[in-house]
């Protein structure tokens, strides 16, 4: 006779999953090992070189629970974004803030800084969290809130996975709506983009503001309000099907001898993945490297290639993200303008990505500048501007293109994200950061066997130009474009992903 064991709860195996976490982390730590965290995927253009001492938490891939009554969500950190927000919109809610590529994971979204069109109203992603459970780098399983552990809970957020492993999050939720009526407004410089910015920002009936630059005469500034109630002389837009337009070019195209604001209706998810088809312009690039025409026809047969998790991964196997710009920064409003006259002298990089953003308080590993509004009362506004294009051949002159950004940067009082090249020596790096407090903060929650901060993110110059030389084939076009394509292939999981999506949103 025999008998049938119950199955396991979600949160009996999350359980498990998190005791398995906690006694690989405990282990390294005892022994006085650093250790890197497997996740499964990643949307980082940063390498990592650690090929050994991995803690692998890619099972941590599951949406728990909806609390439609509370409006949360506990979520493991591996979910990602486009999975998120599909089991949320089935109880009528949406997280305040989702990353436009929907393949970046909850977990990265905390660990990272994740700055998106909503942030300007909600702060980056992490302040959308109402606590996080996290295996310290000893192997103790803590939970971290405003409330308990907060010195922890707010210095973890944007630090990289360097205190410990997130293994669960409670994230807030909001009432979800049909659409996003979506408003294009024309600009002909950045100071009238920025001015645009500012007055959007204070409407609190604006849902989403963001803005693209595609010259500097020429631009516009993007609002959304969330509704249900869509006008009926409203045209909908898509932006997922193959044959519908890349955001960025329906954008020109709405401005395009165009001086007032043009108004449609966005279907809500259609929207929150704008930008996913052609990874916001960059996907443009891979048709200029292989030289391929670049048309509508072009764009609907190989679209399949051109969303973001296939185009990262290409990027990372072909070794393009050596040589591409790959940058997102944080100014003052008040210097912005002069960044962007700086980068278009220097780069010559267009389109450009504009983004509010509201600041964390300090001390804090996301970008941040020390003024606050004229009362006192709160910090002032950044404007995170999305730098992406080719850079220099020559792996020197990248370097040195790069050097020179960093140096601008801090001279106009910006800070870049973290994700991409980072250049800074050390002493440069801690000089934008409170580094007393992130290693008094290591210290008092034994994170000694993790890498730190500046450790994962810097750039080994040398082992960059060493592995060029060493891998002719693999460097040289169109070898390398090949080689990343084959990659890519290799794990086109997120398809299925993308199509559950849309089925389940009935498309």
């Not at 591996?78 to 970046?104: K, S, Y």
């Not at 980056?124 to 000893?138: C, K, L, S, W």
């Not at 955001?247 to 929150?272: G, K, S």
Request: neutral net charge; glycine residues 8%.
């Amino acid at each position: 006779m025999s008998t049938t064991m119950p199955a396991r709860g979600p949160l009996e195996l999350h359980k498990k999953t998190v005791e398995e976490v906690s006694r690989s982390v405990r282990q390294y730590f005892e022994k006085g090992e650093k250790f890197r965290i497997y996740h499964g995927s990643t949307n980082s253009t940063r390498q990592s070189t650690l090929k050994r001492n991995l803690v692998d938490t890619s099972a941590l891939s599951n949406v728990l629970k909806v609390d439609v009554k509370s409006k949360t969500c506990l979520v493991e950190p591996n979910v990602p974004m486009d999975r998120l927000v599909e089991a949320t919109l089935q109880h009528g809610l949406v997280p305040p803030v989702v990353m436009e590529f929907p393949g970046i994971t909850v977990g990265g979204g905390y660990s990272g800084t994740s700055g998106e069109s909503s942030s300007f109203k909600h702060g980056f992603f992490d302040r959308t969290i109402n606590y996080v459970e996290m295996v310290t780098a000893d192997g103790t399983v803590t939970t971290l809130s405003p409330t308990e552990k907060p010195d922890l809970f707010r210095g973890a957020a944007g630090a990289v996975g360097t205190f410990g492993v997130t293994t669960l999050v409670e994230l807030q939720l909001h009432e979800a709506k049909k659409y996003v009526e979506t408003t294009y407004h024309p600009v002909s410089s950045m100071a009238m983009a920025i001015q645009k910015l500012k007055e959007a920002t204070a409407d609190s009936g604006l849902d989403y503001v963001d803005g693209i630059m595609f010259s500097q005469t020429n631009g516009a500034v993007i609002t959304g309000r969330l509704t249900d109630d869509r006008k009926e002389d409203l045209p909908v837009q898509r932006f997922s099907g193959a044959w519908d337009p890349w955001f960025y070019m329906h954008v020109e195209n709405q401005i395009t001898n165009c001086t007032e604001p043009t108004v449609e209706a966005i279907p809500l998810a259609e929207y929150l993945f704008r930008y996913d088809r052609g990874g916001f312009w960059v996907g443009a690039s891979a048709f200029q490297y292989f030289k391929v025409p670049f048309n509508r026809f072009t764009r609907w047969f190989l679209d399949d290639f051109l969303h973001t998790r296939m185009m990262y991964t290409a990027l990372h196997a072909s070794g393009q993200s050596k040589k591409y710009v790959v940058q997102d920064l944080a100014l003052p409003y008040p210097t912005a303008t002069q960044f962007v006259e700086y980068t278009d002298k220097n780069f010559g990089i267009y389109p450009l990505w504009l983004c509010p953003l509201r600041q964390s308080p300090q001390p804090t590993m996301h970008p941040h500048y020390n003024e606050t509004t004229p009362n006192g009362n709160e910090l002032e506004p950044m404007l995170n501007i999305g730098l992406w294009g080719f850079g220099p051949e020559n792996h020197d002159e990248f370097v040195h293109k790069n050097r020179d950004l960093e140096r601008k940067l801090k001279e106009l009082g910006g800070m870049k994200w973290l994700y991409a090249h980072t250049y800074y020596t050390e002493d440069e790096f801690w000089e934008q950061f409170d580094r007393k407090w992130y290693e008094q903060l290591r210290e008092k929650y034994n994170a000694a066997s993790l890498p730190t901060v500046y450790e994962k993110v810097k750039v080994d110059i040398q082992a960059e130009k060493k592995a060029e030389k060493g891998a002719f084939f693999r460097t040289t076009w169109p070898f390398s474009g090949f080689y990343g394509i084959k990659k890519a292939i290799e794990s086109r999981s997120y398809v299925d992903a993308r199509k559950s999506l849309w089925k389940s949103l009935g498309k």
